[in-house]
């Protein structure tokens, strides 16, 4: 059986957001699944010792242009170059708490929010407005949604994120097509490329 293509993202990077608009289409037209992966960068940043964009000099100032750029060619658009802090930690653990039992529904939960976030405007840095959002996906994405806080989906949401380090994940979106690694929205033709025409 053919392996899903892994995506592994936080809700507070924008590039993941644009990657997660084109994602399952990509997916499709090469016969693959996607397995949503959420993680917390801050974690990993520790790891690697990479800071947020906002701690960046020079980038901090050239990244919501690109930002803008990237959505226009997309024909998105862009609300907010950048979330607002909480936003990782609330929505990956609804999304886990979804995921513990319907991983498809979590998925939608994943493109739902993150379009919300950067296409919208949407504040969902706490808790209870990502458990809000989630209700808004039907009433077993409620129903999951309330366990956020709940020891299963935080130990999921740290295993996660420490699957992703020792796995070697260090940005997002990272995506892991049959063990080959690829970094950035900007690498999804090469991710199409690599699966239409076997590993170079």
Do not use: K
Not at 31 to 44: E, K, M
Not at 179 to 195: I, N, S, T, Y
């Amino acid at each position: 059986m053919t392996a899903p293509i892994a995506f592994w993202f936080d809700f507070a990077s924008p590039f993941a957001w644009i990657a997660s608009t084109q994602i399952e289409d990509l997916a499709r037209r090469n016969g693959r699944s996607v397995d949503w992966r959420a993680i917390l960068l801050g974690v990993v940043f520790r790891t690697t010792g990479m800071a947020p964009i906002l701690d960046q000099p020079l980038r901090r100032d050239y990244v919501p242009h690109d930002l803008a750029r990237v959505a226009r060619r997309q024909g998105l658009t862009l609300a907010r170059p950048l979330a607002p802090p909480g936003t990782s930690l609330a929505c990956a653990r609804v999304f886990h708490a979804i995921a513990l039992e319907d991983p498809a529904l979590a998925g939608r939960f994943a493109r739902a929010a993150m379009t919300a976030i950067f296409g919208q405007g949407a504040d969902l840095d706490t808790a209870p407005a990502a458990q809000a959002f989630a209700a808004t996906l039907g009433p077993e994405a409620a129903r999951l949604a309330v366990q956020s806080e709940a020891p299963p989906a935080r130990d999921a949401l740290r295993a996660a994120t420490q699957e992703a380090i020792a796995q070697g994940v260090f940005g997002a979106p990272f995506i892991v097509v049959d063990g080959e690694p690829f970094w950035g929205q900007d690498r999804l033709p090469m991710v199409e490329a690599w699966l239409r025409e076997g590993p170079w």
